[in-house]
């Protein structure tokens, strides 16, 4: 027993100084004088915020700043809440774990790549939480990670949104039945196959929870014998969906395979479910508020295949007039740099309010992810995640000037170095187009290349 | 920064080294004695110290006596050690030398990917590397020519190859030179692209799930052995029994983990399953010291350091010259430093650490070294990684990385002190056995040219494959050609074709079931012939010879 003690004693030791490591930089900064989009509370002008120790601690009007802290005049300027982007693939060193149709255990914490310049871009479009997810080629991918874009760390755990709920990737329809039934010759070959994939894994998960469950109960009992099931973490992985640990977020577009997750996750007992894309969830908009799930879409990207064709940029406002709280999302990484165009879009398909319209890339994302407690909206207590625009952000000459996760300014487009990769690769070749010649080499281009060359000298 | 000629290092300088009596080239011949007394040698037993003209006597493999006035014993085959410099022989703690690829005969079309055969997805904790061993290999010759006398070695494969093994880098069958077996369980976090797990995010979590499975069934075994009675029976499962001693922190888990990301992978993985972990082949650590000390994790830094391409290009009018290309150029050039002073900052956080040299090239290890001891890394904490540190991190060093009275006979002699410019290893004693590392004839500076035509043929053990290859000149040592033979009637351009000196290296890609594998042929050129071996992906090394066209 004594030995065991000193064991708990050392790991704690040795874990301590790790676990304090992982605490992300918090910042003071006391914005002034700007216009206010608060979201959840219209829109105050002339009005002062300050985030002190990473959080807003007041919002007013002629706020001191105390002694060290950083002012920025916001004279002129838009001040918002940190966008937030519901379905994200960024920072990511892989994607898809394509090998199976069911892959629930893997975590994409594992692959997060805190280098990703894709980060700081989406910093300067204003972004400071996302999620990012696996792939869609799996009927049940990978688990997701809430993230903040805290670029800069080196430490993928210093990036981790802490105490945001878990989340999962689903995905119906014609991304699984082409990798896995078009390209590995097997279950799910159609929508149909899809669905038997998702009932079976999941019937087996219950099977297998109450497995342990029992195993756990006998193991207290005086005198037990027995021994424990085999563990299987993609099994436990989807107990705990079960359970209502997992936000589900599945991607879906034709209407009739949003019902079906929706019966599915009715038969399972599975309440907290996010449509992500649902490009036909306009058709089923009264059915999808019914049953309590969300909605993550596309502001107006469809016909890139067959089951996105009837698609509508009234998609969002038609979702949220039937009272299904949606969201506007990227899933690109270029696109994640100017969400606030996607939102605005609203305002001219469906005539959504400004406020509802920003709604759709920060408060909504934010519930949809669990995190609103924390982020979505400029309020006291909430954590001190800013962007400020020169122009309404929801105008198409908007230029986001300033990022500010947790109090620290993480873009500012004033100084904006043009290389801002953390690491280099020291074997990296500059010249990716292949015009780069060779000394000595020969090609049948000739004296072509050469004026080629000249061509972009003669400046 | 392959400026040198390769293998210019290990050139014979004959005149340092006079032997009193004929000694075995190698061993060839049996000695006529297993006593060696190597005199008026300045030894550096350990870091730090320096006896001047000292003796060491070596007798049935151990250090029998170091110092100044030691007696000679009449047997003993003295080596007369004037102008030589003794170091303990050093020891690498991450090699694949001498370890020969498991011969897979498995090819066959896996019907799941999502499910596959343990063997095809890299898991295979429960393989030895002592199965694998060649005594034979020319490499081992190569690497104990560089001054090294032990290595830990690990089997070759993905995810989990199986248990590592501490060596010495001499001896006639792998058991003669097994000194420590099951040193560690070893893994990498590679996978098989096209089967589970395929992504590092599934290599982790199948880690996870066998410690996991691994821990309840140690466990159930154990109770089942006290008492089997009424008990269901436990199914025996080597993947998983290979784990237990990882489980119970007896056996540690010697890692790869070259980037700064898969570094704190590991050392999450690490701190998830609470395992004794080796980290191996650290390249890009210089950032996070503080997590890696605080972790505990002992470590083995990567002796490499990468090349600037701007070296191999020297190209004199550079049409892209501009500010961005500077800055970029500035930027990398900063990394390159970075890693070469990443050892010196290991040193300066305190963290204990040996060397590992799996992707460098042995005429580069010394030269590597010097630049890291410029870099700022402190010559005796250089000397320290090489030998006694490597052996403390190995639990050996009660055996190993000192010359001490009593220790195993692995002992270098170097014609300079080990980080002068034109030291060479001269003679390496391995576990008392005396090999020489001058050799007269070997390298004669060929400056012919390969451009050209050559017919080669490798010789697989299924079949002989012929091959054409075409090169064309490019820029200094740099070439360019296209490849065509057995299944590659199209032609495949090859990706990087380099002589330097007379050794010929080139790499094209192909297709193997479905696979993207990359091939390397390295080999030496004499005149109009060549020879030397093809590597094909995980597949394994193959001989393969060549001769030049006479028609073009």
């Not at chain 1, 219209?42 to 001191?64: F, H, Q, S």
């Not at chain 1, 696996?134 to 990036?159: C, D, F």
């Not at chain 2, 250089?382 to 009660?398: Q, V």
């Not at chain 2, 692995?410 to 002068?420: E, H, M, R, T």
Request: net charge negative; proline share 5%.
């Amino acid at each position: 027993m004594k030995v065991l003690r000193w064991q708990i004693v050392i790991a704690l030791l040795v874990t301590f100084p790790m676990a304090a490591t992982a605490q992300p930089d918090v910042g003071d900064v006391l914005i002034r004088n700007g216009t206010l989009l608060t979201v959840t509370n219209g829109t105050l002008e002339n009005t002062d915020l300050l985030i002190r120790k990473g959080k807003i601690t007041a919002i007013g009007k002629n706020l001191t700043a105390p002694e060290g802290c950083r002012v920025i005049d916001a004279t002129g300027l838009f001040v918002m809440p940190g966008i937030i982007d519901a379905h994200s693939h960024i920072a990511l060193e892989a994607i898809n774990e394509m090998s199976s149709p069911l892959t629930p255990e893997v975590r994409m914490c594992d692959a997060l790549n805190p280098l990703d310049i894709s980060i700081y871009r989406a910093l300067a479009g204003g972004v400071t939480t996302i999620q990012t997810l696996h792939g869609s080629a799996n009927a049940i991918g990978g688990q997701s990670v809430v993230m903040k874009l805290r670029y800069g760390t080196l430490n993928p755990t210093e990036l981790i949104f802490e105490g945001a709920p878990r989340g999962i990737k689903f995905a119906l329809g014609e991304n699984p039945t082409r990798v896995h039934g078009a390209g590995h010759n097997m279950v799910p070959r159609t929508r149909m196959g899809v669905e038997f994939v998702i009932r079976s894994a999941l019937t087996e998960a219950r099977e297998y929870q109450k497995k342990w469950d029992e195993y756990n109960e006998q193991k207290m009992k005086r005198g037990f014998r027995g021994a424990p099931p085999e563990y299987d973490d993609r099994l436990e992985t989807l107990a705990e969906i079960l359970r209502g640990n997992i936000i589900v977020h599945c991607h879906s577009y034709r209407a009739d395979e949003i019902v079906m997750i929706m019966k599915v996750c009715r038969d399972f007992g599975i309440k907290k479910l996010v449509l992500q894309h649902a490009n036909e969830g306009f058709k089923v908009a009264p059915e999808i508020a019914a049953f309590g799930a969300m909605a993550s879409v596309f502001s107006d990207a469809w016909a890139y295949k067959f089951e996105v064709y009837y698609s509508t940029a009234y998609n969002a406002a038609i979702l949220t007039r039937n009272g299904v709280l949606t969201s506007i999302n990227s899933d690109d990484p270029g696109v994640i740099r100017h969400l606030y165009h996607e939102a605005s879009k609203t305002l001219k398909y469906g005539g959504l309010s400004r406020d509802e319209a920003l709604a759709l890339i920060t408060i909504n994302p934010a519930k949809q992810l669990g995190i609103d407690n924390r982020v979505g909206s400029l309020e006291v207590g909430k954590d001190g995640d800013v962007a400020i625009f020169r122009g309404h952000p929801l105008s198409i000459y908007t230029v986001p000037v300033m990022t500010i996760v947790d109090g620290i300014v993480r873009f500012d487009r004033e100084k904006d170095p043009d290389d801002m990769r953390i690491y280099v690769d020291p074997e990296e070749r500059f010249d990716q187009s292949g015009f780069e010649v060779p000394e000595g080499y020969h090609d049948c281009l000739g004296t072509a290349t050469e004026t080629f060359h000249q061509l972009f000298e003669s400046h | 920064m392959r400026r040198f000629v390769a293998n210019t290092i290990w050139i014979a300088v004959g005149a340092l080294l006079v032997f009193t009596t004929a000694v075995a080239q190698d061993q060839e011949l049996a000695p006529v004695s297993d006593t060696y007394a190597i005199r008026n040698v300045t030894i550096f037993p350990s870091p730090g110290r320096r006896i001047e003209k000292g003796t060491i006597i070596i007798r049935n493999g151990l250090i029998d006596g170091v110092g100044e006035n030691v007696p000679i014993p009449p047997t003993a085959i003295i080596i007369e050690g004037d102008s030589l410099f003794a170091y303990a022989a050093f020891i690498e703690g991450l090699s694949k030398t001498g370890v020969k690829t498991p011969g897979e005969d498995d090819h066959s079309r896996i019907e799941d990917p999502g499910n596959p055969p343990p063997h095809r997805a890299g898991i295979n904790p429960q393989r030895d590397v002592r199965d694998y061993l060649d005594p034979n290999d020319p490499n081992i010759k190569e690497l104990r020519c560089a001054g090294f006398g032990a290595s830990q070695v690990v089997p070759r494969g993905i995810l989990l190859p199986g248990s590592a093994a501490v060596i010495l880098l001499g001896g006639k069958t792998p058991d003669e030179m097994v000194l420590k077996p099951r040193s560690a369980c070893y893994s990498e976090l590679t996978s098989n692209k096209t089967v589970y797990p395929s992504t590092v995010m599934a290599v982790l979590a199948k880690w996870r799930e066998l410690y996991h499975q691994a821990e309840l069934a140690r466990d159930y075994a154990a109770i089942y052995a006290t008492n089997a009675t009424g008990l269901p029976r436990p199914e025996t499962n080597r993947t998983l029994e290979a784990f237990y001693p990882v489980t119970t922190r007896q056996q540690p888990v010697l890692f790869r983990a070259s980037k700064v990301l898969d570094v704190q992978r590991v050392l999450a993985l690490q701190k998830e399953l609470g395992f004794v972990l080796i980290l191996g082949d650290v390249s890009e650590g210089w950032d996070i010291t503080d997590m890696i000390k605080a972790s505990g994790a002992r470590v083995f830094l990567s002796l490499d350091i990468p090349e600037d391409p701007e070296e191999k290009k020297k190209s004199k009018k550079d049409s892209l010259e501009n500010a961005e290309l500077k800055a970029l150029t500035k930027r990398r050039s900063e990394f390159i430093q970075k890693m070469t002073a990443q050892a010196a900052a290991f040193d300066s956080a305190g963290i204990k650490f040996g060397f590992s040299a799996l992707d460098t090239k042995y005429s580069d290890l010394h030269k590597n070294l010097r630049s890291m001891v410029e870099a700022g890394l402190n010559p005796d904490a250089a000397l320290a990684a090489l030998t006694i540190n490597a052996a403390e991190i190995l639990g050996i060093d009660d055996r190993l990385g000192t010359i001490e009275k009593g220790k195993i006979a692995n002992v270098a002699l170097f014609s300079k002190p080990i980080f002068d410019k034109d030291a060479k290893v001269m003679t390496v004693f391995v576990d008392g056995a005396l090999y020489t590392c001058t050799e007269k004839d070997a390298h004669k500076k060929t400056a012919s040219t390969v451009e050209g035509t050559w017919r080669m043929t490798a010789q697989t053990p299924k079949e002989e494959i012929e091959l054409k290859v075409v090169l064309r000149k490019s820029v200094g040592k740099h070439y360019s050609g296209t490849i065509t033979g057995t299944r590659m009637p199209e032609g495949i351009e090859l990706t990087d074709v380099t002589l330097d000196g007379k050794t010929l290296k080139f790499m094209y890609d192909v297709l193997l079931e479905g696979k993207p594998q990359e091939v390397v042929v390295e080999g030496d050129v004499e005149g109009k012939t060549f020879k030397g071996k093809i590597t094909v992906g995980e597949y394994g090394n193959y001989p393969i010879e060549g001769t030049k066209d006479p028609e073009r």
